[in-house]
Antibody
Framework: QVQLQESGPRLVKPSETLSLTCTVSGGSISSSYWSWIRQPPGKGLEWIGY???????DYNPSLTTRVTITVDMSKNQFSLKLNSVTAADTAVYYCARGSGRFYFWGQGALVTVSS | EIVLTQSPATLSLSLGERATLSCRAS???????LAWYQQKPGQAPRLLIF???TRATGIPDRFSGSGAGTDFTLTISRLEPEDFAVYYCHQYGSSQTFGPGTKVDIK
């Protein structure tokens, strides 16, 4: 069974870069697409983007100028960087397997943007 | 961007009752790329239905999905205690968007 675990700073200052890593266990990262999805407190879900093991990416058009998703096959990890953050980027960030049909999810990481 | 609208926002029902949740898209969505998720407080979403009507592995048959074009429905035939949650529809054919969710709570 594939398991995913988010890690990274939980507090980020405004205008700085949010960085999270998702570690995949129980399966190879070269077998699928890998996505990031976020959920502001008390609100709905927003797809951020995905990466394929080849490095191919697709991003939410509303975030594309600020987001980068990369994959590290040697560590079986993929990562999210979101720059120029504001309070509106405060959310639980989930990593998930797939490019649209998300069977496996991480537990989520609450990242707060605050000075 | 394809906007998904879910109704009702909240559905208050009793155990054993039938729940009918609606998801309407602002443009046609291929049935191949429409999914439904269940989310409970403090948990990640759980995939229930993909391709509009295919149950994900391990999902009980009281959950069913239907629809095409711009109108999709998730039906829970008889509510069990563990079914009280928020349900989201999701399209992944033209970029990706989620609906705002329908909360199913106990009447």
């Amino acid at each position: 069974q594939v398991q995913l675990q988010e890690s990274g700073p939980r507090l980020v200052k405004p205008s700085e870069t949010l960085s999270l890593t998702c570690t995949v266990s129980g399966g190879s990262i070269s077998s699928s697409y890998w996505s990031w999805i976020r959920q502001p407190p008390g609100k709905g879900l927003e797809w951020i983007g995905y990466v394929y093991y080849t490095g191919k990416t697709d991003y939410n058009p509303s975030l594309t100028t600020r987001v980068t998703i990369t994959v590290d096959m040697s560590k079986n990890q993929f990562s999210l960087k979101l720059n120029s953050v504001t309070a509106a980027d405060t959310a639980v960030y989930y990593c998930a397997r797939g490019s649209g049909r998300f069977y496996f999810w991480g537990q989520g990481a609450l990242v707060t943007v605050s000075s | 961007e394809i906007v998904l609208t879910q109704s009702p926002a909240t559905l208050s029902l009793s155990l054993g009752e039938r729940a009918t949740l609606s998801c309407r898209a602002s443009q046609n969505v291929s049935s191949d790329v429409l999914a439904w998720y269940q989310q409970k407080p403090g948990q990640a979403p759980r995939l229930l239905i993909f391709a509009a009507s295919t149950r994900a592995t391990g999902i009980p048959d009281r959950f069913s999905g239907s629809g095409a074009g711009t109108d999709f429905t998730l039906t829970i035939s008889r509510l069990e205690p563990e079914d009280f949650a928020v349900y989201y529809c999701h399209q992944y054919g033209s970029s990706q968007t989620f609906g705002p969710g329908t909360k199913v709570d106990i009447k």
